[in-house]
Structure formats: C-alpha cells, structure tokens
C-alpha cells in the first residue's frame, strides 16, 4: 500500500486525525438516555436527534476542511498519504 493516495485533499482542521472517539462516546450517550427515558415511560421527551444529547464541538476536532490542489508542495504531498 505503499503507493496509495487519498483522492481529494480534504482532512481535519484540528489536531487529530479522526473523531472516532467522539463519536463513539456521543452515540452511547444517546442510547443510554433513550433506554433511561423508556425504562421511565418518558416518551415525549425521547431525543430524537444527537444534538439534542450532545454539543458538536466536544468531538475530536473542529470539522473537516478542503485544502486546495497544489501537487508540487511538501505539505501537499504528505497530507494525500494514508
């Protein structure tokens, strides 16, 4: 796999490289709410979205960004490695 490239130049704009942690927490944070309120019989207030449990920016990084395409930079070139 040496050879292999990303095909567009797009990664986070934050210090790390995935939000995988993140999201797994926010998910089980919505599952766990939504058991608790069945369990209680609080159907109105069941989230129905994962905003409503959890605040986007608690996540790994700040979003994702389109970085241009320059082929010939250094930074170019190691960020289209996988």
Same mark, same amino acid.
């Given at each position: 796999?040496?050879?292999?490239?990303?095909?567009?130049?797009?990664?986070?704009?934050?210090?790390?490289?995935?939000?995988?942690? $993140?999201?797994?927490?926010?998910?089980?944070?919505?599952?766990?709410? +939504?058991?608790?309120? !069945? *369990?209680?019989s609080?159907?109105?207030?069941?989230?129905?979205?994962?905003?409503?449990?959890?605040?986007?920016?608690?996540?790994? $990084?700040d979003?994702?960004?389109?970085?241009?395409?320059?082929?010939? +930079?250094?930074?170019? !070139? *190691?960020?289209?490695?996988?």
């Amino acid at each position: 796999m040496s050879r292999s490239r990303k095909k567009t130049p797009v990664s986070t704009f934050c210090c790390c490289k995935s939000q995988k942690r $993140g999201k797994q927490f926010c998910h089980r944070k919505f599952r766990r709410k +939504e058991r608790m309120m !069945i *369990k209680t019989s609080n159907y109105d207030r069941l989230p129905s979205l994962l905003i409503q449990v959890t605040n986007q920016w608690d996540l790994g $990084g700040d979003g994702k960004v389109f970085w241009g395409h320059s082929p010939d +930079e250094e930074w170019y !070139i *190691k960020l289209m490695r996988k």
